[in-house]
T-cell receptor, first 110, second 113 residues
Framework: RKEVEQDPGPFNVPEGATVAFNCTYS??????FFWYRQDCRKEPKLLMS???SGNEDGRFTAQLNRASQYISLLIRDSKLSDSATYLC???????????FGGGTRVLVKP | DVKVTQSSRYLVKRTGEKVFLECVQD?????MFWYRQDPGLGLRLIYF???????EKGDIPEGYSVSREKKERFSLILESASTNQTSMYLC????????????FGDGTRLSIL
């Protein structure tokens, strides 16, 4: 089983709609969680960190469920510019490294 | 803004060549990383470094080595390039602490013929 798993998609989303997707992680010792965004043929960029209590950044909401070992990302009022691959990233202090999921591709269409 | 610069955007080399990929960051970050990204496999960590002259193997170090002689520079070396090392290579840097985000370079698309 992969350490960090994501539905590869694509999620085809009408402009203005809401889309949500999850990421599961296998190691309960995981400590920090992030969502990165990667545009086609570009480098990944940090979208937001994920805090235990859940957090929002504009139209983006991230949640962490430690009991079920998953994090989620919700995008409200989707824009065409939200089309990208969203990478789930998990940090464990042991080993001091990040593990990336394979990414979920989101396509927002007019 | 953090700037991570990779020496080449595109590179074509031949099988058996020794290949050097260079990465420089301007934020005095302690941690630097080399990944490769392949379709369907996501980002995989090759090597990382906590400090000058220190290196740690990642998940797929075979066929690669690294060098960190200066804090700002982290080099990835393909000792004898093979066709299965054709990939997108991404360098990243971060400050210390688990909550520090990684900042990536633009990537080097390497083709081994």
């Amino acid at each position: 089983r992969k350490e960090v798993e994501q539905d590869p998609g694509p999620f085809n989303v009408p402009e203005g709609a809401t889309v949500a997707f999850n990421c599961t992680y296998s190691n309960s010792a995981s400590q920090s969680f992030f969502w990165y965004r990667q545009d086609c043929r570009k480098e990944p960029k940090l979208l937001m960190s994920v805090y235990s209590s859940g957090n929002e950044d504009g139209r983006f909401t991230a949640q962490l469920n430690r009991a079920s070992q998953y994090i989620s990302l919700l995008i409200r009022d989707s824009k065409l510019s939200d089309s990208a691959t969203y990478l789930c990233v998990v940090f464990k202090a042991a080993g001091n490294k990040l593990t990336f999921g394979g990414g979920t591709r989101v396509l927002v269409k007019p | 803004d953090v700037k991570v610069t990779q020496s080449s955007r595109y590179l074509v080399k031949r099988t058996g060549e020794k290949v050097f990929l260079e990465c420089v960051q301007d934020m005095d970050h302690e941690n630097m990383f080399w990944y490769r990204q392949d379709p369907g496999l996501g980002l995989r960590l090759i090597y990382f470094s906590y400090d000058v002259k220190m290196k740690e193997k990642g998940d797929i170090p075979e066929g690669y080595s690294v060098s960190r002689e200066k804090k700002e520079r982290f080099s990835l070396i393909l000792e004898s390039a093979s066709t299965n090392q054709t990939s997108m290579y991404l360098c990243a840097s971060s400050g210390t602490g688990g909550k520090q985000p990684q900042h990536f370079g633009d990537g080097t698309r390497l083709s081994i013929l």
